[in-house]
């Protein structure tokens, strides 16, 4: 009797231990299912397990808005530009002869600028520019009255202006495709560029002209944006505009005898639209890496 009592109470003791261990089981393995309730899938098909702390942790994925998925220049490609502008200003070209009299002015503007680039890569170019101006005008008449109640009038003539100046830069441009093709686009240029210049002004007093000379030292960080479209497979054309930027300039002051009498410094930080600064260039691409990967 005493024996099987002992082996009843053997059988208890492990079912309340059974029962135990069974619940401990089950909540393991639902804490195992909450923690890996979560998974990744890379781009291979495999998939990864997280937990949900590990999630918490995981950084926001930064957003691609592929703005350069489109290729509208490919890494490795050479080119050579040439950026040119060209104005002209006198009398019959503008209003001004209706408000003053015998005004007799003229003027013009040449500015060409070759450079060479190197895409590094896609859509991303970094290279040398240089440049040359030539800028020259002249007042021949120019009289001013206002009548006889105002008791105003003013007569001057005989005033030139000349200058020259050269110019070497850094730049780096982006371009932004517009097509699918990417044969338009948009494109910012950066250029830090150095510049000395001569200019030369002159007036007549009686018989006798009067010349100043000022020698011209600038350092400017520039902004042009523009728009740039491929006309033929390895030849890109393209207008940019001038926003300003950042200068530094040094002004040496001399007679017309070459003699020094002066000198200014000064900077100034701009940033606006100059209609004066529109320049239509030309690339042409060396090697086209274009070409290449559409014949592949």
Aim: hydrophobic fraction near 35%; glycine fraction near 8%; proline fraction near 2%.
């Amino acid at each position: 009797m005493r024996k099987i009592f002992i082996m009843m109470l053997l059988v208890a003791v492990v079912q309340s231990i059974s029962a135990q261990q069974q619940p401990t089981e089950n909540s393991t393995t639902t804490q195992e299912a909450t923690n890996v309730s979560i998974a990744n899938i890379d781009n291979s098909g495999t998939i990864y397990a997280m937990s949900a702390d590990s999630v918490k942790k995981q950084r926001r994925p930064r957003i691609d808005r592929e703005i350069n998925k489109i290729k509208f220049v490919f890494k490795g490609e050479t080119t050579l530009g040439l950026t040119a502008s060209y104005g002209t200003l006198s009398t019959a070209d503008t209003d001004i002869g209706l408000i003053l009299d015998n005004i007799k002015l003229s003027g013009s503007i040449v500015t060409v600028k070759p450079a060479i680039g190197y895409f590094y890569r896609d859509n991303n170019s970094i290279g040398v520019r240089l440049g040359y101006s030539y800028i020259s005008g002249s007042l021949d008449n120019f009289s001013l009255n206002l009548g006889e109640q105002n008791d105003v009038s003013l007569s001057l003539g005989n005033i030139s202006y000349k200058n020259n100046s050269y110019s070497v830069g850094l730049f780096h441009r982006t371009y932004v495709a517009l097509d699918r093709k990417g044969k338009f686009s948009f494109f910012a240029d950066w250029e830090l560029a150095g510049s000395f210049g001569r200019s030369e002004f002159g007036y007549k007093s009686g018989e006798t002209w009067t010349r100043s000379i000022s020698d011209v030292y600038k350092c400017k960080l520039s902004f042009n944006p523009g728009v740039a479209v491929y006309i033929f497979p390895n030849v890109c054309a393209s207008v940019s505009i001038g926003l300003g930027g950042l200068q530094y300039t040094h002004t040496r002051q001399l007679d017309g005898e070459n003699n020094f009498t002066g000198k200014r410094n000064y900077s100034n930080l701009r940033f606006r639209l100059n209609l004066a600064d529109i320049n239509i260039g030309v690339n042409i691409h060396l090697w086209s890496k274009k070409k290449e990967k559409v014949e592949k």
